[in-house]
């Protein structure tokens, strides 16, 4: 057959772990899952009881259009239907807004290392990638900027930044789109968006509102709790949207997933409980780090990337034997750090009693990052 060749050496996305596969293999009761960054309290009671009592049939197609989530979500945002495209997560939007303007004579420029969708499906369309390495963990606006040609048709800005957690200020963001030509996209992926705290922080939404080659991208999955409903959002100005929509698949977002993310959406006083208990709970790890001399990013998110100056897999593998689930740091572009997502306080305080484990182990056998 005759395949795209890119697609002949591009390796599939690598989901974490199942908890199940992992009790079976080291025979463990139980297993603490900390390496997607999914919400350790799960869902509000609202979206639950919203899945438990919807009246759907499974033999009808969704609304494709997603009535109800937009016009909740655009009541939610303050913006116009017009302005929302809905996914099947929000990494459905970004094989959309890549199938539409992705193609093997135009470029995308994006930083090194963040999310792994953005560079694989670029690959998939053929474009050329300019990737621009992270500075002390954030995004370096100016060699981005540097990187704009005539060609460049999309630019990847994830902030908060996947691994890193890291942000971009509101004046340097500004900036930024100042100086994008409009004929390239900018893409913000925000899917940690409701966990942020910092002061400078932007509105993005209003962004939107004053440059019209910006969309906005955010997600259910994380601090929603609903990543098992794969429900993602975009906002942009009317005409992107029309743009996109004829690369976005019919009824993308299934029936459920709408009527439970519109519920959830509603339920504002989880989604503050939630980001309340990730920051005190970010703060013990902070902690446990400072006395250990643990380099980290500080984060604004639900996880936190922790360098522990060895072999990123020895640490994932120590730590998964002893039944708890992380992320290594080799496959994400630092490779002596492993990424953590902050879990509850019980989930934590486990956690850092078997990195402690690691980090005498490390010491007392010599082990280095090599």
Known sequence: MRWKKQLLTLTPYQPGKSTE??????????????????NPYGCSDKAHAALQTASLSMAIYPDGYA????????????????????????D??????????????????????????????????????IEVPLVNG?????QMLAAIDENTNVVWLCSPNNPT??????????????????ETLIVL?????????????????????????????????????????RVGYGVANPAIIKAL???????????????????????????EECKRKNRENLARIYDFCDQNNLEYFPTQTNF??????????????FLLEKGYIVRSGKALGFPTSVRITVGTEEENEGLLKVINEFLVKKETEGLTGK
């Open 92 to 129: 459905n939007i970004i094989q959309m807004i890549s199938r539409a303007l992705l193609h093997s004579e135009a470029n995308t420029v994006m930083a090194i290392p963040t999310f792994s969708q953005y560079k694989h499906n670029a690959i998939i369309e053929g474009a050329e990638i």
């Open 304 to 317: 936190i990337l922790v360098d522990f100056k060895v072999d990123g897999d020895k640490v994932f593998q």
């Open 165 to 182: 957690g890291t942000y971009i200020p509101e004046s340097k963001l500004v900036s930024f789109l100042e100086k994008v030509p409009q």
């Open 138 to 142: 954030e995004h370096d606006l100016d």
């Open 67 to 90: 009535t109800n989530l937009r016009e909740g979500v655009a009541s939610f945002l303050g913006v116009e239907p017009e302005e929302l495209i809905f996914g099947n997560g929000s």
């Open 189 to 229: 992926d925000e899917a940690y968006y409701e966990y942020v705290v910092a002061e400078d922080y932007y509105q993005s939404i209003n962004l939107t509102r004053n440059y019209s080659n910006l969309i906005v991208l955010r997600t259910f999955s994380k601090i929603y709790g609903l990543a098992s409903l």
């Open 245 to 271: 929509e004829p690369a976005r698949e019919p009824f993308n977002v299934n029936s459920f997933g709408q009527a439970v993310a519109l519920a959830a959406i509603e339920d504002q006083g989880f989604i």
């Open 21 to 38: 596969s992992v009790k079976k293999l080291y025979n463990l009761d139980k297993i603490v899952k900390l390496a997607s960054n999914e």
